[in-house]
């Protein structure tokens, strides 16, 4: 079984306890490589829905069958995943365990130029609800510990591919940037949520950037980043599959306004915007707050960065809040 | 004091207990923002003396004047640094302190175009020695806690000056990546050290790349990306400072023959080199062992890595290390 030999596989290292997927089919994607897209038509484009594998999951007005044109939303598993749900049965010793997950892409519309901060208020609602869709239905496998979506855009944040799309990645384990934040978060929570509290600290701060009806929008206090914003629910909340109607359309408002303001001031930046909710590995996280997370990709990361764990960032989040303020009137 | 406004600050994230650097001085570096290299003349080529702060030390074959020509090798303060001796006096309250330590340059050599891998041994060796001369001066400073060594080549790896240098970080803090690396080690330190044990592993497991003497290279485990290189020296001790000249030639040794190798299968491609020593701030490490890790910039980080911490390698370390071996034959 040839293809056994290329599943992937998470490796944790010995000595600084993180994890790697290792994941040999990923460099046969275009653009895996260093030198850009792919040529050739785009997989994601309607007409040619049979360069992706079978769709999991589409939204359409009206009738169409699996697999063909007409849908305004398609989800499809990543032809080139990180995880597969049935990996080889190597065993989880000595720091290794098969990648054992799901890996999918949510193509956001038919239109290959459309990116989320034009579409309409309905259209990015419509897409925040196969978010949650595809979240509750990778949250249900009992495997699973973990969901993240990541939407990735421009070239230089890692996206292969033009056509608008988000990832989703169920893992088999709660990785370690969630389990840092659930340990401090842990620790504080005698003291209340430490996000509600970051809420409301932008906001004597000159931090916050907007506010509508159920999200904040805020530049946090150490910004990793020039620009980072982290966009919370008012309401607090451990879990991303119970965020209501009202949410998920003040979601997608928000994040509309910001990368709308972010591509005024920056003449459309590449970024990474990600969503973390608690693990749904069975335990209880009522003191977590689910959250999404925007970095521009304005500064390469360095030595410094990659030795260190620190970042160095030129520009100070008040900063980066009052021009963005500033440009979204 | 217009000078104190935008000295560098250290700020803790509340959430995940990240340190970040906020360095608005950093924003005026040639090439700091997306476009590339400054123009205007290299100010770490000979005869450019003036366009750097006042020289902190030098070696020369012969007597010269300070800040004059004719040096082999120049050590500046960085003009844009991260970290300065005298910050402003702002307080520790609230997650924030002041960025004090040392932000050097190590200029490699008087010629623009000699990259590391290319220079002779005596030469290499010379600069190494200026790695630990440095290393051991700032780590005599009382409130330096760690002091970091990391060599950015090519603009995609984050250098914004083309002309071979080093930078040497001097931080008030034991940094993040550090901690985690002591905390897993002190715990396994009943077991032998970790990383004399993964030498030994390597060996089996055919991630070995190279060994002298006094070094080796392996391909980690769980390399988080192509061609991730460690350089261990085989004899454990986890001071750098306390290397001795046989390990100095060594490191310039087997630094230069795999970056030969480097160059040699993937066209020159851009790299971040560092190294790790223990804390210099009074307390025992002696579980602790001393080494260097080289990361290709190969592929973009994406929105996953953002948000998880763990890492996607489409390589696996056996096979980049059977490749290095067969280019260095």
Redesign the interface.
């Known amino acids: 079984m040839a293809q056994k030999d290329i599943d992937p596989e998470l490796?944790?290292?010995?000595?600084?306890?993180?994890?790697?997927?290792?994941?040999?089919?990923?460099?046969r994607r275009p653009g895996?490589?260093?030198d850009g897209r792919g040529r050739g038509p785009c997989p994601f484009c309607p007409g040619n829905e049979r360069l992706t594998p079978p769709e999991v999951w589409a939204e359409s007005e009206g009738p169409r069958s699996k697999d063909g044109p007409g849908w305004n939303i398609r989800v499809v598993p990543n032809l080139y995943p990180?995880l597969v749900e049935n990996p080889g049965t190597g065993g989880k010793a000595g720091?290794r365990m098969p990648a054992r997950g799901f890996h999918e892409v949510i193509i956001h519309s038919p239109r290959h130029d459309l990116s989320l901060e034009r579409m309409d208020p309905e259209s990015a609602y419509r897409l925040m609800r196969a978010y949650r869709l595809r979240y509750r239905e990778l949250c249900g496998h009992p495997w699973v510990r973990?969901v993240?979506v990541?939407?990735?855009h421009g070239?230089?944040?890692?996206?292969s591919l033009e056509h608008p799309h988000t990832?989703v990645?169920a893992?088999p384990l709660v990785?370690?940037?969630?389990r840092?934040?659930l340990g401090?978060?842990r620790r504080?929570a005698a003291r209340g949520c430490?996000?509600c509290?970051?809420v409301e600290e932008a906001r004597r701060e000159e931090r916050l950037i907007l506010e509508n009806g159920s999200f904040a929008a805020l530049a946090?206090?150490?910004?990793?980043q020039p620009y980072e914003t982290w966009f919370v629910p008012l309401r607090h909340g451990e879990d991303f599959s119970r965020a209501g109607e009202a949410e998920l359309r003040g979601m997608a408002d928000i994040l509309c306004r910001v990368l709308r303001g972010l591509a005024g001031l920056l003449d459309h930046p590449p970024y990474?915007?990600?969503?973390?909710s608690a693990p749904c590995d069975g335990s209880e996280y009522a003191y977590y707050h689910w959250h999404l997370?925007l970095?521009p990709r304005?500064?390469?990361?360095?030595?410094?960065e990659?030795?260190?764990?620190?970042?160095?960032?030129?520009?100070?989040p008040e900063e980066a809040a009052r021009r963005l303020r500033g440009i979204m009137g």
């Open positions: 490796r944790r290292d010995l000595l600084t306890g993180g994890w790697t997927i290792l994941a040999p089919a990923r460099s895996g490589g260093k990180a720091g973990q993240l990541t939407l990735n070239r230089e944040a890692g996206a990832q990645f893992l990785p370690r940037a969630i840092e934040e401090r978060w504080a430490p996000l509290a970051a946090p206090f150490a910004s990793r990474n915007l990600w969503l973390h997370e970095v304005l500064v390469v990361t360095a030595g410094f990659l030795a260190s764990g620190l970042f160095i960032n030129p520009l100070p």
